[in-house]
């Protein structure tokens, strides 16, 4: 029902920054939860943060906390992940999901639609 695109991604340096965005597509969003989830290599996908349609409630992940800041526009059916002070342990596909009830959880199986991911790459 909804599409998701995100775009964004790239090699950087460790201690640089990247700024994700992940745009919807094919209906409204209206009380959306959207967040990030990531799957480094040899490791299961992980909660990256999420954030509920008023902006409200937002959740991030320890690893993190104090690095990354989540948030949405609305009016452009979009949400954005800035990045910043990156890590080598960062590296890893984003992906960007919506949850349709509203509720913001960091469970991988509450989430209905998923993007298909973009590369990130942090050198170190």
């Keep these: 029902q909804v599409q998701l695109a ?6 950087v340096q460790a201690g640089g920054s990247l ?4 745009a919807a597509s ?3 969003l209206d ?11 040899e490791k299961e996908r992980e909660f990256v943060a999420a954030i509920s349609w ?3 409630s937002i959740r991030y992940a320890d690893s993190v906390k104090g ?7 609305n009016a452009k059916n979009t949400v954005y992940l800035q990045m ?4 080598s342990e960062d590296t890893a596909v984003y992906y960007c999901a919506v949850r349709f ?12 639609n998923w993007g298909q991911g973009t590369q990130v790459t942090v050198s170190s």
């Design 101 to 112: 009830l509203g509720a913001v959880v960091v469970d991988t199986d509450e989430y209905d």
């Design 6 to 11: 995100e775009s964004g991604g790239g090699l």
């Design 54 to 56: 008023s902006g409200g």
């Design 26 to 28: 094919g209906g409204t």
């Design 67 to 73: 690095r990354f800041t989540i948030s949405r526009e």
């Design 84 to 87: 910043n002070s990156l890590k």
């Design 31 to 41: 009380t959306y939860t959207m967040a990030w989830f990531r799957r480094a290599p």
């Design 19 to 22: 700024r994700l965005s992940c």
